[in-house]
C-alpha cells in the first residue's frame, strides 16, 4: 500500500496504471488533513529545510568564490 496525498505529481494517471501493473493499491489521504499522514509530513518538512540551506549554502560559495577575484592589474 501506497499513501500519498493528493498532489497532482501522485495523482495523475502515469502513477495510477503504474500502480496498478504492480499490483500496489494507493491510500490517498484526505485533501486539507496532514494529519492523515503526519510522520510522513515531518520528515518532508525538515528535508525541504535541509535541501533549502545546501542550496543557500551553494549559492553563498559560487557568490564568494566570484567576489573574491582579486584583481592584479
Known sequence: MLKSDNGSEFA????????Y???IGIDFS???KPTDNAA???FN???????LAVADGLQSSQTSLCT???NTG
Open 40 to 42: 510522513v509530513e515531518s
Open 68 to 70: 573574491g577575484v582579486v
Open 12 to 19: 495523475g494517471k502515469v502513477m495510477d496504471r503504474w500502480a
Open 30 to 32: 484526505r485533501p486539507g
Open 45 to 51: 518538512g525538515r528535508f525541504r529545510q535541509e535541501c
Open 21 to 23: 501493473e504492480n499490483g
